[in-house]
């Protein structure tokens, strides 16, 4: 958690605390009508610790320095969704998931169903919306939460107050926690205290909380997610087993000539556990 709570503090003084250094340095210059040389030296190290002020809006993002081979526990868990899921996000590398710059969602997932990105406004206009979201491993719920509204697709809804939307979070045996996101509004089908199987439905596809269009969102982080800020947890490394892909799929977007975004990222569905063969 130091260094979490170091690299929140880093963003935060780049965003905050050095613009108003530098224009106080600035404005002290003028009224001096001198900039000695320690000034100047001052001014160019506020600039430069300006640079994690903009990774919050994605400009020189750097990943948050998590390393996936010795960051534990893992968790390996099915797909939260029997359709063919399309990754826009994931994966160990900022170029195939976002979320590597944030330190609870280091390795996340974004999971859509096709037709997506094509910024339509209406909900029904997305493959995802409204399709079943099911327990990605048997465990209790944590804490469950519901009755926040679908958000307008086709833009991102910097729903700062609410982000995780209408969610379900499950605690691992290990202690840990999953967390799924961006649920449809009134479809949550349990409550903190009870305890799943794998593959039970827990509530359907959404656009709830900061979001930009129907997809299922899924991270593993170590500290309890409930009524804690996001950002503010160490994220852990999500795997998915019994699917037709690698352990940790990747995601990615790519921006054609014509101006459009296409996903690149990879194509899942869920096979299922194979049967034993039967005894002769």
């Not at 600039?47 to 526990?73: V, Y």
């Not at 406004?121 to 979201?133: F, I, K, W």
């Not at 107050?161 to 349990?190: C, D, F, R, W």
């Not at 997809?215 to 160490?234: A, F």
Request: net charge negative.
């Amino acid at each position: 958690m130091r260094a979490v709570a170091g690299w929140v503090a880093l963003v935060t003084a780049g965003q905050i605390l050095v613009p108003l250094s530098a224009l106080a340095l600035l404005v002290y210059g003028i009224w001096k009508r001198r900039f000695s040389r320690p000034m100047q030296v001052t001014c160019v190290l506020a600039l430069l610790a300006l640079w994690p002020g903009l990774w919050g809006f994605g400009i020189l993002t750097i990943a948050f320095p998590f390393d996936l081979e010795s960051s534990r526990p893992a968790a390996t868990v099915r797909l939260p969704s029997d359709e063919v899921l399309r990754v826009g996000w994931g994966g160990d590398r900022l170029a195939t998931n976002y979320h590597a710059f944030t330190p609870d969602q280091r390795w996340a997932y974004d999971l859509l169903i096709e037709p997506a990105l094509h910024g339509s406004e209406r909900l029904e206009d997305y493959g995802c919306y409204g399709t079943p979201v099911v327990a990605p491993v048997s465990a209790r719920v944590h804490h469950a939460q519901d009755g926040a509204p679908d958000e307008i697709p086709g833009k991102v809804s910097m729903n700062l107050k609410n982000p995780v939307g209408n969610a379900v979070m499950l605690e691992l045996q290990t202690g840990t926690y999953l967390v799924i996101a961006h649920l449809k509004p009134n479809s949550v089908l349990v409550k903190a205290g009870d305890d799943v199987a794998e593959g039970d439905r827990i509530g359907e596809c959404g656009n709830s909380g900061n979001t930009s269009e129907p997809h299922i969102h899924i991270h593993h982080q170590r500290q309890d997610p409930k009524d804690r800020p996001v950002n503010v947890s160490e994220g852990l490394p999500l795997y998915f087993r019994d699917h037709d892909g690698d352990p940790m799929p990747e995601g990615g977007l790519e921006k054609r000539d014509d101006g459009r975004y296409v996903m690149t990222g990879a194509t899942v569905r869920h096979v299922g556990t194979a049967e034993p063969p039967l005894a002769e």
